[in-house]
């Protein structure tokens, strides 16, 4: 009998993992006590199975969500890492994985440490924390041999690489790290990373475009960065391994964040193997960060006052395909407020090896299920997914691996 997709829900609020049969919701595993790093999110490993950083006990979780199936545990492996977590990524062969530092619950950057992790070293996964430079970086994993580890700082901006290995080799007590190669960046703005593991190319999302940089040996070098083609500018990236694109949200507007319901947004997308494929898809006022890539689509949540909605983007002949309304969520975001301090969220998750598309309901405990363009049910769980909680599709052989970067 072939495996169905299945969904992690995570409450990083409650503190709940749980894994879901789809479509019925039936449940297939349940985590209790783990508080995922939600900014870090979800990051697919070969094999099918998934990563993330609980931020409260201060460990990387490696899950095996069909390892039940076959008399496997869930939790497949486990190992320390320096908390809060703000990216996590992997190389492409998913042994090696670097866990960078962020703010947390503090308004201003205050942790300088990197987490590097050899999930297979012998006897169990090992892990070696270093010092590297206080901010919120950025990290890609280049390279299946002798990788290295690439962080994107901002101000001023930066590309450091570490070899993997002289990482691992660290003494303990956290030492400072030296790079083996840095390279600066035009803009001081950094956010968002995406890593194409056929070509070795890293990209980061910056105010003046995407940048690029190859891996050459030991060495990165830098290359044209690519426009936004237009005004504002993108705050996420994300790989579509299936159709080799890269996808974002460009935001435009005022500034001020009480202002968020003026924003503009248009899907951004660039071929990775045709650099005639680019271009911009409008998607509505709001707020829309985060996206999810289907075997058809790619899927924005897009929240307004005047109501939110799922929005489907065409992933081979980019359009929009779908707006499907979504209920209204109580504790939203309101205009002249902030719309991501003390509200509710939405999650959006999706496999690019399934038609299926989930979207969480924050607060109400409610996760949106739509096939293709209709809808599929509502499902329901025992908590309350505070902030939208945080949602990771899979299915079996979707090769969502091939997009290396936390979720």
């Given at each position: 009998?072939?495996?169905?997709?299945?969904?992690?829900?995570?409450?990083?609020?409650?503190?709940?993992?749980?894994?879901?049969?789809?479509?019925?919701?039936?449940?297939?595993?349940?985590?209790?006590?783990?508080?995922l790093?939600?900014?870090?999110?979800?990051?697919?490993?070969?094999?099918?199975?998934?990563?993330?950083?609980?931020?409260?006990?201060?460990?990387?979780?490696?899950?095996?969500?069909?390892?039940?199936?076959?008399?496997?545990?869930?939790?497949?492996?486990?190992?320390?890492?320096?908390?809060?977590?703000?990216?996590?990524?992997?190389?492409?062969t998913?042994?090696?994985?670097a866990?960078?530092?962020?703010?947390?619950?503090?308004?201003?950057?205050?942790?300088?440490?990197?987490?590097?992790?050899?999930?297979?070293?012998?006897?169990?996964?090992?892990?070696?924390?270093?010092?590297?430079?206080?901010?919120?970086?950025?990290?890609t994993?280049?390279?299946?041999?002798?990788?290295?580890?690439?962080?994107r700082?901002?101000?001023?901006?930066?590309?450091?690489?570490?070899?993997?290995?002289?990482?691992?080799?660290?003494?303990?007590?956290?030492?400072?790290?030296?790079?083996?190669?840095?390279?600066?960046?035009?803009?001081?703005?950094?956010?968002?990373?995406?890593?194409?593991?056929?070509?070795?190319?890293?990209?980061?999302?910056?105010?003046?475009?995407?940048?690029?940089?190859?891996?050459?040996?030991?060495?990165?070098?830098?290359?044209?960065?690519?426009?936004?083609?237009?005004?504002?500018?993108?705050?996420?990236?994300?790989?579509?391994?299936?159709?080799?694109?890269?996808?974002?949200?460009?935001?435009?507007?005022?500034?001020?964040?009480?202002?968020?319901?003026?924003?503009?947004?248009?899907?951004?997308?660039?071929?990775l193997?045709?650099?005639?494929?680019?271009?911009?898809?409008?998607?509505?006022?709001?707020?829309?960060?985060?996206?999810?890539?289907?075997?058809?689509?790619?899927?924005?949540?897009?929240?307004?006052?005047?109501?939110?909605?799922?929005?489907?983007?065409?992933?081979?002949?980019?359009?929009?395909?779908?707006?499907?309304?979504?209920?209204?969520?109580?504790?939203?975001?309101?205009?002249?407020?902030?719309?991501?301090?003390?509200?509710?969220?939405?999650?959006?998750?999706?496999?690019?090896?399934?038609?299926?598309?989930?979207?969480?309901?924050?607060?109400?405990?409610?996760?949106?299920?739509?096939?293709?363009t209709?809808?599929?049910?509502?499902?329901?769980?025992?908590?309350?997914?505070?902030?939208?909680?945080?949602?990771?599709?899979?299915?079996?052989g979707d090769?969502?691996?091939?997009?290396?970067?936390?979720?």
């Amino acid at each position: 009998m072939p495996l169905s997709p299945r969904l992690l829900v995570a409450d990083q609020v409650a503190g709940s993992l749980r894994l879901l049969d789809l479509p019925d919701g039936a449940v297939a595993g349940v985590v209790a006590d783990r508080h995922l790093a939600e900014h870090a999110g979800f990051l697919a490993l070969p094999g099918g199975r998934a990563a993330f950083v609980d931020d409260l006990a201060g460990e990387l979780v490696v899950l095996d969500p069909y390892g039940p199936d076959a008399g496997r545990p869930l939790v497949a492996a486990t190992a320390p890492v320096a908390v809060p977590a703000e990216h996590l990524a992997a190389d492409p062969t998913g042994r090696r994985i670097a866990v960078t530092t962020g703010l947390g619950r503090n308004h201003a950057a205050w942790s300088d440490l990197l987490t590097a992790v050899d999930l297979d070293a012998p006897d169990r996964p090992r892990a070696v924390r270093v010092r590297t430079r206080t901010g919120e970086p950025g990290v890609t994993v280049l390279g299946a041999d002798d990788p290295l580890v690439v962080l994107r700082h901002r101000e001023p901006g930066a590309l450091t690489a570490y070899r993997h290995a002289d990482l691992m080799a660290a003494a303990p007590a956290c030492p400072p790290a030296t790079p083996a190669y840095e390279t600066g960046l035009a803009d001081a703005d950094g956010h968002g990373d995406a890593h194409d593991p056929l070509t070795g190319r890293l990209f980061a999302a910056a105010g003046s475009g995407v940048h690029r940089a190859r891996r050459e040996g030991g060495r990165l070098v830098v290359e044209e960065p690519l426009p936004w083609g237009g005004p504002g500018r993108g705050y996420y990236l994300r790989l579509d391994p299936a159709r080799r694109t890269l996808w974002s949200c460009v935001r435009g507007g005022p500034p001020d964040p009480g202002r968020w319901p003026e924003w503009t947004n248009d899907a951004w997308f660039h071929g990775l193997d045709d650099d005639r494929r680019t271009g911009r898809v409008p998607l509505g006022p709001g707020l829309v960060f985060r996206l999810a890539v289907s075997a058809a689509h790619i899927a924005y949540a897009r929240v307004h006052p005047d109501g939110d909605e799922l929005v489907l983007v065409d992933a081979e002949s980019p359009r929009v395909a779908a707006r499907l309304p979504l209920p209204a969520m109580d504790g939203a975001p309101r205009p002249g407020g902030t719309p991501w301090d003390g509200v509710q969220r939405r999650a959006v998750a999706a496999s690019p090896g399934s038609a299926l598309v989930a979207v969480s309901r924050g607060g109400h405990g409610e996760i949106h299920l739509f096939d293709g363009t209709s809808p599929a049910g509502t499902l329901r769980v025992p908590a309350p997914l505070d902030e939208g909680g945080h949602l990771a599709l899979l299915a079996p052989g979707d090769g969502a691996h091939l997009d290396p970067v936390g979720r």
